[in-house]
């Protein structure tokens, strides 16, 4: 016992809400000096800046196992129970949550406080109703003093998580089920704040700030927020009843059903609390309401404890004393903690027995089996890295090595990753924040400790984000405070760009006539902003539907196959009675529309659309009269049918029996319609011109175009095919007026029967290969009557041709008589 024992002790005990934390500030404010353990980093740290704003950042000090500030005139002291220095005289010790004393894992550490630490001014312990009994056995001279409520918890029945309402703190018993829970609120709510008892105080802070100024209506929170963390929330629901407490599952107790419920309601603002589930283990028992509303409790009636000052004599020794029986009857043996395990572990090795040989060399040994094993991995790893620890802290000088602890830090130094993998290595970076707060184990410990503190904050602030970016959808959270029950109410604007926003939260973009949900967004979330949008998008709507209508020539196009106005598709070609007629189909967004617009765009589209054809493929227009002409006579009706569904460019051989069919009238009026009947294909020369080719392909549905302009092509080319208008020939496909052209002065340089010789001047101009040339002029019907030999002179030698039939009489024929004057065999 503290050689204070007779200074005044006073209990302060009572339900969460009683300001018992305050009151101790309070009090150790009012000394010379004074210091308060408290069971959490965060809520020392929290308490810590109270202080600071009292007394001064000079004279106040924050010690836990990764941080600790220690100013060197700092008189008053806020910790973690564990880093409470005993050996240090203050006026004032306080020790809150002092009803911790009974739980398994860290209940001896509290047990021990409560029955060592003193103030010699004065020692308050802060608890629960429970401790009572525990006191009355313990420290009999305390004064207790009960202090009430400050207002009323009560039970307000079960809601599911979309029925909660806003200012609720959500508890769950793992962090698995902390972040099932806040995804869920994302989806429903639009997201929520996360406290957990494993974040740093930085991320902490930075999450309940978010909660605390509104920016999120919900927390999702471990049962770490039942130790005093302080925030404005309205009701706390219980995401489950039963928790893992280190060796097993099982159900809460009613004492720490109250403390987390108690954390509804703030002075005199009333709480409630509840549950997420109205039936099974997850359910509230009538008994179990009645005491929480009651703040009824049941008395504690042991406490764990472990000798506080063990014997450092030999390694032996130190074991037998942390194994030692409590001699007190309301005390208990605390179980194996992992401190004590990892010892026992590291005393098998006998190099390790081997350098502790004296009790400082033992101390040390015990000091670094208190290394807190952060990650949560298990005795024997931990076992591993205190053992490789504690050897370097036990040879030379007994710093552990600068390159090690650098590079170890230096891997921790990445923010990058998810909500998992950030978590994990701020969990590694608190172990080398404790090592570097351990003055005689780094040679240059401070330099270390604000390494370990800047990576700590850089995780941190990661976290942070990557918590809000995973949990936290502020466009959502906006609408859904503003919907309510009209989403007709949003202040939805429309920027230059087409973004729609609500107070600045993109929830998407408008092109055209299409509200396209923000990327970002996630599936769950899309089917609301759409919503929400389009119910406040129909004046703008309505706004470019009647621009559509009233849009000048100039600003439609017409591109694979749809019409295009502003940059986005506002119809597309359907198939009609035949080419010349395609039919226009409003693309499915102008379904926004109201029938009157629409009507009103469609026309304006159609209208449009009939001038483009007709100025573009007026050929194909005229075929279309001519098959409906009953004056034309049959064989012209037949072949302009044809003509019309081959896009106006037909191999003649596929329509030899129709040319021949056609009487000169007949002939000469498909002329005048503007097709020629070539010698190799019947086609249109207008429609071989670069604009009218592209509306062609686009109405046939025909890819890979040839570039524009092109006469000759490679046989691989896009393009080099009859449907565009391009006769393959070898290697090459020309295109079929170019082939016309050549069969004409072919004609033209014959003379009957004798072999003649071409010049090959044109053919040459236009890009023909000699093959390609050949297999051209036996398409035409000549025959070779003798290559052409190298006479070396390097000069281009002429092929030389010979007709198949006597020459025809001196007037060249017409085109269309070409196959019988170049003694072409005809088929069919």
């Known amino acids: 016992m503290s050689q204070f024992a007779r200074s005044p002790i006073t209990a302060v005990l009572g339900p969460t ?3 018992k934390t305050h009151l101790a500030v309070e009090r150790m404010c009012g000394h010379a000096s004074g210091m308060i353990g408290f069971p959490l980093r965060l809520l020392a740290r929290e308490v810590y800046d109270r202080v600071v704003a009292i007394k001064g950042a000079e004279r106040v000090a924050l010690i836990t196992g990764e941080e600790k500030i220690l100013p060197p005139n700092a008189k008053w002291f806020l910790c973690t129970a564990e880093s409470m220095p005993l050996d240090r005289e203050f006026a004032f010790v306080g020790l809150d949550e002092a009803q911790l004393g009974a739980d398994p894992e860290r209940g001896h550490v509290f047990t021990d406080r409560l029955l060592r630490a003193r103030g010699f001014a004065e020692t308050m312990i802060l608890g629960s109703d429970s401790l009572k009994p525990m006191l009355r056995a313990l420290v009999p001279e305390a004064e207790i003093i009960g202090r009430p409520r400050f207002s009323t918890l009560s039970y307000a029945g079960a809601k599911k998580l979309s029925r909660l309402p806003r200012r609720s703190a959500i508890v769950a018993f793992s962090a698995e089920e902390v972040y099932a829970v806040a995804e869920a609120l994302r989806r429903l709510r639009g997201g929520a704040a996360v406290v957990m008892g494993a974040l740093s105080p930085r991320t902490r802070n930075a999450q309940v700030a978010m909660f605390q100024a509104g920016e999120v209506d919900y927390l999702v ?17 219980f995401a489950g009843l039963t928790k893992f407490d280190g060796r097993r599952q099982r159900r809460l107790t009613v004492a720490e059903m109250a403390q987390i419920a108690g954390r509804a309601g703030r002075h005199q603002r009333d709480g409630t609390f509840g549950a997420l589930h109205e039936e099974g ?11 929480i509303e009651a703040h009824r409790v049941r008395p504690l009636e042991k406490l764990y404890w472990r000798e506080g000052e063990p014997d450092f004599a030999s390694v032996d020794d130190l074991i037998a004393s942390l194994e030692a029986r409590p001699e007190h009857e309301v005390l208990r043996a605390a179980p194996q903690a992992v401190d004590l395990a990892v010892l026992k572990r590291l005393a098998d090795e006998q190099w390790v027995r081997d350098r502790v040989r004296s009790p400082g060399q033992v101390a040390r040994l015990w000091a670094a089996c208190g290394v807190p094993d952060f990650r949560k991995l298990g005795v024997d790893p931990h076992a591993r890295f205190v053992g490789r620890l504690f050897g370097h802290l036990s040879e030379r000088q007994g710093h552990v090595p600068h390159q090690w602890f650098a590079d170890e830090i230096q891997r921790l130094d990445n923010v990058g990753g998810d909500v998992e993998t950030l978590a994990g290595r701020i969990a590694a970076a608190r172990s080398w924040a404790y090592i570097a707060h351990r003055a005689d184990w780094l040679e240059d410990p401070f330099h270390w400790a604000e390494r370990t503190r800047v990576i700590e904050e850089k995780l941190s602030d990661a976290l942070h984000a990557s ?14 405070r503003q919907i309510g029950a009209d989403a007709s109410n949003l202040p939805v604007t429309i920027g230059p760009e ?3 926003s609500v107070e600045e939260h993109v929830l998407g973009s408008l092109e055209g006539f299409r509200f396209k949900v923000d990327p970002d967004a996630r599936a769950a979330d899309k089917r609301m902003l759409l919503a929400a949008a389009e119910k406040r998008l129909a004046g703008e709507l309505r706004k470019r539907g009647s621009a559509l209508a009233e849009a000048e020539d100039a600003a439609l196009s017409f591109v694979t196959g749809r019409v295009i106005w502003a940059g986005v598709p506002v119809a597309e070609v359907s198939a009609g009675p035949n080419l010349a007629r395609p039919k226009l189909v409003l693309d499915r967004a102008l379904g926004v529309l109201d029938p009157p617009s629409r009507i009103a765009v469609k026309t304006r589209l159609d209208t449009w659309f009939a001038t483009r054809i007709e100025k573009h493929l007026a050929v194909l227009a005229r075929l279309d009269a001519v098959t409906h002409d009953a004056n034309a006579g049959a064989p012209l009706r037949a072949l302009a049918g044809a003509l019309l569904d081959a896009g106006g460019l037909l191999p003649r051989r596929a329509a030899a029996r129709l040319v021949d069919a056609l009487d000169p009238d007949a002939r000469k009026a498909l002329r005048k319609l503007g097709v020629t009947i070539g010698t190799l294909d019947l086609f249109a020369p207008a429609l071989l011109k670069p604009l009218a080719a592209r509306w062609r392909r686009e109405l046939m549905g025909l890819a890979d175009a040839p570039g524009e302009g092109a006469t000759v092509l490679p046989r691989s080319a896009p393009g080099a095919d009859l449907a565009y208008g391009f006769r393959p020939l070898g290697a090459q496909a020309v295109r079929m007026d170019l082939v016309e052209r050549i069969a004409r002065a072919a004609h033209e340089a ?9 010049d090959p001047a044109l053919a040459t101009s236009m890009g023909l290969k000699p093959e390609t040339l050949a297999r051209l002029m036996a398409q035409l019907g000549f025959r070779t009557a003798r290559a052409p030999r190298d006479s070396g002179s390097g000069q281009p030698q002429r092929w ?4 198949l039939t006597p020459a025809p009489a001196p007037k060249p024929p017409p085109a269309d008589n070409a196959f019988a004057a170049l003694g072409v065999l005809r088929h069919g």
């Open 17 to 19: 809400n009683t300001g």
């Open 800 to 803: 030389i041709w010979q007709g």
């Open 750 to 758: 014959r003379q009957g029967r004798k072999p003649f010789a071409p």
């Open 281 to 291: 283990p997850g359910a509230f028992t009538a008994d179990e309401i009645l005491n």
């Open 498 to 500: 087409g973004e729609v």
């Open 467 to 480: 918590l809000t970016q995973r949990f936290v959808d502020k466009r959502t959270t906006v609408l859904l």
């Open 221 to 237: 929170a471990t049962d770490a927020i039942g130790m005093g963390l302080n925030m404005d929330v309205a009701h706390v629901a």
